[in-house]
């Protein structure tokens, strides 16, 4: 699986942003996809994910109530809605895939992704 993420840049805080992730490969629907970030100088962080049904999903602490991940199979593409930005939302967005786990809170563990799509800037100004 290839992935390809797209639609970050700059935004005041409290703005939103909708990041997209196109994937290639005709088993996209088999895959849970997740979505990361990595800030300069911290360590790379899970944000949010959804199991191959779209039925499931995770989000961590910090962007729950404002981030919401969707994905659209027939198109191959993943989303992350991200509304009320925040100044320590600033980062390099990743998303990935996995096809070892399909559900629950563990779809936000960065060891079980085995595919990776280069990253996007969003940087949130205050």
């Known amino acids: 699986v290839q992935l390809q993420a797209s639609g970050g840049g700059l935004v005041q805080a409290g703005g939103f942003l909708r990041l997209s992730c196109a994937a290639s490969g005709r088993t996209f629907s088999r895959y849970a996809m997740g979505w990361f970030r990595q800030a300069p100088g911290k360590e790379r962080e899970s944000v949010a994910a959804i199991s191959w049904s779209g039925g499931s999903t995770y989000y961590a602490d910090s962007v729950k109530a404002r981030f919401t991940t969707s994905r659209d199979n027939a198109k191959n593409t993943v989303y992350l809605q991200m509304n009320s930005l925040k100044p320590e939302d600033t980062a390099v967005y990743y998303c990935?895939?996995?096809?070892?786990?399909?559900?629950?809170?563990?779809?936000?563990?960065?060891?079980?992704?085995?595919?990776w799509g280069q990253g996007t800037l969003v940087t949130v100004s205050s």
């Open positions: 990935a895939a996995t096809g070892r786990v399909s559900t629950g809170q563990v779809m936000g563990l960065i060891p079980l992704y085995d595919y």
